[in-house]
């Protein structure tokens, strides 16, 4: 089963106004981290935000802001004031557990967002 | 402070060859693990490596190994590559194996022909 989400494959919004891309996730976990990330064409994952399970504020990053609603499984990235250059593929991925004997980082498909002019 | 630094950037290999790709994490981290991209199965685990230990490890075939050295840098290697291995690799370094903050590479591009 998919654990993380991510339903639209490509976005478009107009420069200057807020987006929003959704993630929902899948977890039996108590314990887990939800990011995004940020990859222009050059290939570098870059990270925006992160939330953890149990963070009772929603995360913000400057421009980005993440929608945590746990009951509904979904972390949304909501970007405002949108630039050219946010132009890029954004990916939510989740880290279950803090187990000493490691972790990794499960990735959705990704969206392609596209800022216009 | 310096970022991950991956190298080379670009690789062309020839089927059946071995590669290794090198991953210099940020300084004080000690906690590298590897992903690999490619456009029909997005972005996978491959291992994580703290403390010179492989602590995880993803589902693939023993053809792809790792290693990390006493300074945290870390190595993977493929050997008998397959045009299959065609991807971006990607390597992430945290502090610790609880931290949550992964810290990207840009990448190895890796083409097998």
């Known amino acids: 089963a998919q654990k993380i989400t991510q339903t639209q494959p490509g976005m478009f919004v107009q420069e200057k106004e807020a987006v929003t891309l959704d993630c929902t996730y899948d977890?039996?976990?108590?314990?887990?981290?939800l990011f995004w990330y940020k990859q222009p064409s050059s290939g570098e994952m870059i990270f925006l935000i992160y939330?953890?399970?149990?963070?009772?504020q929603n995360a913000t990053e400057g421009r980005y802001s993440l929608n945590f609603q746990k009951a509904r499984k979904s972390a949304n990235l909501v970007i405002s004031a949108s630039q050219l250059g946010d132009s890029a593929m954004y990916f939510c991925?989740?880290?279950?557990?803090?187990?000493?004997?490691?972790?990794?980082?499960?990735f959705g498909e990704g969206t392609q967002l596209t800022v216009n002019p | 402070k310096a970022g991950v630094t991956q190298t080379p950037r670009y690789l062309i290999k020839t089927r059946g060859q071995q590669v290794t790709l090198s991953c210099s994490p940020i300084?004080?981290?000690?906690?590298v693990s590897w992903y690999q991209q490619t456009p029909g199965q997005g972005l996978q685990f491959l291992f994580e490596?703290?403390?010179?230990?492989?602590?995880n490890k993803g589902n693939f075939p023993g053809r792809f190994s790792g290693r990390q050295f006493s300074n945290s840098r870390s190595e993977m290697n493929v050997s008998t590559l397959e045009l299959g291995d065609s991807a971006l690799y990607l390597c992430?370094?945290?502090?610790?194996?609880?931290?949550?903050?992964?810290?990207f590479g840009s990448g190895t591009r890796l083409t097998v022909v």
């Open positions: 991925a989740m880290r279950e557990g803090q187990s000493v004997s490691g972790s990794r980082l499960t």
């Open positions: 977890t039996s976990d108590p314990s887990y981290g």
């Open positions: 490596y703290f403390s010179e230990t492989q602590r």
């Open positions: 992430a370094s945290r502090e610790d194996q609880t931290g949550s903050g992964y810290t």
């Open positions: 300084s004080g981290h000690r906690s």
């Open positions: 939330q953890g399970s149990y963070d009772q």
